[in-house]
């Protein structure tokens, strides 16, 4: 099983940034792909972004340009970059890691993109 702590999330006005931060501990020697998935009360779970330990990555269609994912296998983290943040963007935000038998969550971050 791999844990996953998440922090960074927020309050930011529309325009504005965050970043997402995200830490991975245990059986992390198996991870081959971690990203953020957002869920909204109600709503299904969506992913926003995900990175490959080679370093591929895939971005919902409505953050493309404005969201930027990036991994550091070293300290076992993954970071989202979140700039030109709209309102639309508020959601808790969740870190996933995937390993070849299951997918594991964190706990999740609330972002809140507000005026």
């Given at each position: 099983?791999?844990q996953?702590?998440?922090?960074?999330?927020?309050?930011?006005?529309?325009?504005?940034?965050l970043?997402?931060?995200?830490?991975?501990?245990?059986?992390?020697f198996s991870i081959?792909?971690m990203?953020?998935?957002r869920?909204?009360?109600?709503?299904?779970?969506?992913?926003v972004?995900?990175?490959?330990?080679g370093?591929?990555?895939?971005?919902l269609d409505?953050?493309?340009?404005?969201?930027t994912i990036?991994?550091?296998?070293a300290?076992?983290?993954?970071?989202?970059?979140m700039?030109?943040?709209?309102?639309?963007d508020t959601?808790?935000?969740?870190?996933?890691?995937?390993v070849?038998t299951?997918?594991?969550?964190g706990?999740?971050?609330?972002?809140t993109v507000?005026s």
């Amino acid at each position: 099983q791999v844990q996953l702590v998440e922090s960074g999330g927020g309050l930011v006005q529309p325009g504005g940034s965050l970043r997402l931060s995200c830490t991975a501990a245990g059986r992390i020697f198996s991870i081959y792909n971690m990203g953020w998935y957002r869920q909204a009360p109600g709503k299904q779970r969506e992913l926003v972004a995900s990175i490959t330990t080679g370093n591929s990555t895939n971005y919902l269609d409505s953050v493309r340009g404005r969201f930027t994912i990036s991994g550091n296998n070293a300290k076992n983290m993954v970071y989202l970059q979140m700039n030109s943040l709209k309102p639309e963007d508020t959601d808790v935000y969740y870190c996933h890691a995937d390993v070849p038998t299951k997918r594991d969550w964190g706990q999740g971050t609330q972002v809140t993109v507000s005026s």
